[in-house]
């Protein structure tokens, strides 16, 4: 396995537990030291299919895709998961949770099982040394993030061409603003409406939940739509003075946003705003293994005999909150497929590279008719430009 972030952690310790699975773990962050705060999906830990297809925006889209027997097995392998590492996951859906503590404990599990069945390498790895290091018998995971250390790799004859693997959308860009505030505060759609109903251009677009450790705090981070050419004249990171100084627009939005938070629930912003400029992109690895290597004929490469698997973001990457469930629900189902030596190694790609699309379908239906609904809620006050953006027949 490359790569210990929270996919490849999650996966080792799923693995950790298995009979007859041993595995080696690179990493090349020394320590971990992320700041940034995550939200897991509900889903994750679903027990029943009901509560599985709960989400208002893909509920539907769950029951198109899946067969209802796929999604029983999904969770009788959650049900198996061994009650430590699921408490773990449990404890994290509660609410936005610091990226920094889901890896730093996942890793903490992994160390206090004992160093039986898993060996970690404090090392960078190049695609050259992964192709090197495989061996007939091992299976090899890349679960290096976004910039995937493989996956441009798996296509015959592209010679790694830079994205010749990888299918890409641009939704838009956007400043990330995100605070804590310092009591309970939620938001539904009217709030976002009526608290932005002097904001004519840049909507603050707020996910709120409570913080996973205290229910007194919530964790607000808002989206603001910004052009391209915003997007470039910006450093990656600034602080709200920064944008006070050299965006006043959006600024003024974002501050008219938080002042009327504060109107209603009387409570003060905790620390600093943390502002990011992101682009928001959804993307897929078109193979999310090596199955092209392994049909072709006699190639002594090791690709071409040993199977490689994409965990993760190097798999798929999305916006809106949603990537890191996604990254867990495939190293789920890969630890699943892994947990049955008996199946042959063609059915254990196709599975996987199957159950890839569909999870890719599901996060591309919701992250378009969000985008969908963001554009609309843009031109709420203006109805003309709304009924522009409205297919309806
Ligand atoms: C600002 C921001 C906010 C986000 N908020 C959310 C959110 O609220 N909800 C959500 O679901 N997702 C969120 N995400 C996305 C989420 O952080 C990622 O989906 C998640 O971290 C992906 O996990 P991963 O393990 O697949 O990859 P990564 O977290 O990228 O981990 C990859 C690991 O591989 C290691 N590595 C890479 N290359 C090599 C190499 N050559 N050799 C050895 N090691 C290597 C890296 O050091 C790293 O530890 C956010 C992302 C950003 C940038």
Redesign the pocket.
Known sequence: M????????LLTALLQSMDGVSVRL????REYT?T??????PYLMADSVETYRADAIDGDSVEAIFDPSELERGLAFRQSIPSELSALLKSWALG?CP?NSI?QSLSDLIDARGPDGVERMA????AKDAIAMLQPGDVLID?????S?LRDQLVLGADDVDGANTVHVRLEYAL?ITFLYGQPYDCNESCKYYKNIENAHYKFIP?VHRTHFDGSVSHV?GIVNISAAEFEAMPSRVDGEWLRSNFPGVAESMDRFIDKVKEETHGEILGDLEV?R?PLDLYRARNATNRQWLAATSSEHPFATSPVFL????AI?SPY???????FECAMFLAGLIAQPDLPLQVMLDRYELYIYKQWLRVYMRSKMIKHNKDLFESLDDPLALLDKLHIY
């Open positions: 490359v790569g210990a972030g929270p996919v490849g952690l690179y990493e090349k962050r992320r940034r705060m995550v939200q897991l999906a936005f990226l890896e090392d960078v790895v190049t679960s290096t993030g976004s910039r250390l990330v996910m981070t990011v992101i965990a993760g973001d190097s990457g909150f949603q990537s890191i469930s996604l990254g």
